[in-house]
């Protein structure tokens, strides 16, 4: 069986790669992880809830956390994950930033802080300014990796959970924007969102 062959945090991280990403055409979606096999298509927080799942079943505390953005940006969804006693993450981004994150983290918010500078707008602003406490999926009734239905409400247990600011409000004015050339490897896409 495909899943219990992706029996490692990177070996997950590929196969999330090889997905193409969900641009939700036809309206927004949260499809859980049987949806999203099926479909062969996810956005970061589709593909959040299929890496943890497939973690789960290789022993992994199935986390997710969020981190969030200004409202000028989008909030990203990873999946930490301990090994040896330090945190990594896996991601579903469309993006060449934002990915995974190798397990040599002490603890959340070193790993949280990770994305800081990769997080920008096009304009150059940073926009990072928050990141959730993890949220165990296991705390979920069981069954939600196999609805056919939209899983909205693990997106508001997700926004109803302790947050931490990644920086303090004094110190938002003097952030030095990425420059252009950040900005430039910033634009680089896996998939291209195709016209009809």
Known sequence: MLLKRLNSPAKVQTFLNSLRFNFEKKGETL????LTLRARSAHC?????????ILSL????????????TRTDYDHVIVPFKKNGLWGALSKTNHNV???????????????????????????????RRYSATFNLN???????????????IDQKLNKIKYYNVI??????????ADQVEIKAGKIVEYRKTKK
């Open 31 to 34: 499809k859980s992880p049987i």
């Open 168 to 177: 303090p409000k004094s110190h938002i004015q003097k952030l030095r924007k």
């Open 139 to 153: 705390t979920l009734e069981a069954g939600w990796e196999l609805s056919d239905k939209n899983l909205w409400y």
């Open 45 to 53: 927080m589709e593909g959040a809830l299929l890496g943890a799942y």
């Open 58 to 69: 290789q022993g992994f505390t199935p986390y997710i956390l969020c981190l969030k953005a």
């Open 98 to 128: 934002l990915r995974y994150r190798e397990p040599v983290y002490k603890n959340i918010r070193e790993l949280s802080m990770s994305y800081f500078h990769e997080y920008f707008l096009d304009s150059g602003q940073k926009t990072l």
